[in-house]
């Protein structure tokens, strides 16, 4: 027996999808490729239009958006300081 | 006394005062420096922008600017409380008034941009501007290496592991000499021998940001996660999640607010978390990039010294990268789990399995979605593994929404197998 470990398949692992459009768009290109060797006897028609999607186009199975940073920096940003004179911020 | 003052008297303050005005207007004139008088409510960034990019464009380092504004300020006043005209007493107090402070602005051979501010009262106070992004920049620009500007960060670099070392390099030695090189050529109030008598500066942090930059190579789609991310943690100011984000306990004694605000400039929103007088705040920067950054407006929130120091600094940054990535950890882990779409396909399409028909699982189907959070649940005992903290949400499905599909699952063969 074939078993899918949900937790540690690549595939599967971490994978999150934008919104609900990925949703659709995975049903619909599923339905739009050629026959699988099984039919699924009718129960998913075939989609015979294209949803569109987000200008830069879907992504392919996304693991997390973190995978697609480009660049990632740590710094200080601003900074305030404030000059004093101690001997002239109190009375005594 | 040191001045020969034979006693403290507010003309001295006032003496020393009117000398440091003119001191300005003779720097001012001496360098022919643009004098610009600020009108209320006007955004002084705003007006200095030109003077400072036609200095950055021409190669020219030194004062562009100086602004004039007439802001509030606690500042001493003397007045005279008794004695005869030959023995006056005088008493001092620091009361609220408004004199003019002069802003300075700068571009400066190591931080680019800069301002400093100056109070021609009593106690003569300066407050110092810099961007640790902008000194990076200069950093950068000096060794050569290749970069694409994002506002005041980075967009793109040719090698980010040399700027994220030069990032890293920034710290309270920087910002000291910033000051000590501008506090020497700028007037002062203070002589060499006030300074010998023990009246000089000391630089305290009054605000200090730390910020984590992540680049999208597909903006759009992270400005969608951004904005369904924010939705999903309109929670974040609580404080049992303030608690999990700084690492701090938090009881009832604690001051501050506690609260999410969720602003929205234009198009761009943004999330703030408060604990405290310290913010931290998440926004899409630029439409390009994710920006965390944490805004400490008082040192002592977490048990830090004030004075600009690299011991405080560094104690500084710890609490501020931990912080950051802690936000971004807990939205890391709050991600929706969802299958890829071959997952997806066999778990709900209908198979066999060792010659036994399986029937398809509608998604979205509640008793098919309480069937799969319950076997998420389980999956330790079953497959050996640990759900991952991102699938927790999910598990909470209810004892009698998990009885009756299970136990269908139990009888329909090959659905385990599947899962």
Request: proline letters at 7%; a positive charge.
């Amino acid at each position: 027996m074939k078993r899918l470990d949900l937790a540690s398949d690549p595939h599967t692992a971490e994978a999150r999808p934008p919104n609900r459009a990925w949703l659709l768009w995975v049903i619909a290109e599923r339905s739009m490729r050629s026959a699988p060797e099984k039919p699924s006897r009718g129960r998913w028609p075939r989609a015979t239009f294209e949803i569109p999607l987000l200008k830069e186009g879907p992504w392919p199975p996304p693991r997390s958006y973190w995978d697609h940073v480009s660049l990632s920096v740590r710094s200080v940003d601003r900074v305030f300081m404030h000059a004093y004179v101690p001997g002239l911020m109190t009375k005594y | 006394m040191h001045r020969g003052y034979p006693i403290p008297s507010p003309a001295a303050l006032g003496k020393i005062g009117k000398g440091f005005v003119k001191d300005i207007e003779r720097f001012v004139a001496d360098n022919a420096i643009p004098v610009v008088r600020f009108a209320k409510g006007q955004c002084k960034e705003d007006v200095a922008a030109p003077y400072l990019a036609e200095a950055r464009t021409r190669g020219f380092h030194g004062v562009v600017l100086v602004g004039v504004a007439q802001e509030k300020e606690s500042a001493w006043r003397g007045w005279r409380d008794g004695g005869s005209d030959g023995h006056p007493h005088f008493e001092f107090a620091r009361q609220s008034v408004f004199p003019n402070f002069y802003y300075f602005y700068i571009n400066d051979s190591q931080f680019g941009s800069c301002f400093i501010k100056v109070c021609s009262y009593a106690p003569f106070s300066m407050w110092v501007y810099c961007n640790g992004h902008e000194w990076a920049k200069a950093q950068a620009e000096q060794e050569g290496l290749g970069y694409t500007a994002l506002d005041n960060g980075f967009a793109s670099c040719e090698d980010p592991a040399p700027l994220q070392r030069i990032c890293d390099r920034f710290g309270a030695v920087s910002m000291r000499n910033l000051f000590e090189r501008w506090s020497h050529r700028l007037p002062s109030p203070f002589t060499a021998a006030d300074r010998t008598a023990g009246f000089f500066h000391q630089l305290a942090f009054r605000q200090i940001e730390f910020s984590d930059t992540r680049v999208f190579d597909r903006p759009g789609s992270g400005r969608a996660w951004f904005e369904q991310t924010i939705r999903e943690h309109l929670d974040l100011g609580r404080p049992d999640q303030v608690a999990l984000i700084f690492a701090r306990r938090i009881t009832s004694r604690t001051p501050g607010r506690f609260r999410t605000r969720v602003i929205t400039r234009g198009v761009d929103p943004s999330i703030q978390i408060y604990l405290k007088s310290a913010k931290q705040k998440q926004y899409f920067k630029e439409a390009q990039a994710l920006r965390t950054e944490l805004s400490i407006n008082d040192t002592r929130d977490f048990g830090i010294g004030r004075l600009v120091t690299t011991e405080n600094f560094q104690a500084l940054k710890a609490v501020a990268e931990a912080a950051n990535a802690a936000l971004i950890d807990l939205e890391h882990a709050g991600e929706t789990c969802a299958p890829d779409a071959d997952t997806l396909q066999r778990i709900v399409l209908p198979s066999v399995e060792h010659g036994q028909a399986a029937p398809g699982l509608r998604f979205g189907d509640p008793s098919v979605m309480a069937l799969l959070a319950s076997l998420v649940c389980a999956s330790p005992t079953w497959l050996g593994d640990s759900p991952t903290p991102a699938c927790a949400p999910s598990c909470r499905a209810t004892s009698a929404a998990r009885t009756h599909p299970a136990r269908w699952a139990t009888t329909s063969a090959g659905w385990f197998a599947r899962a």
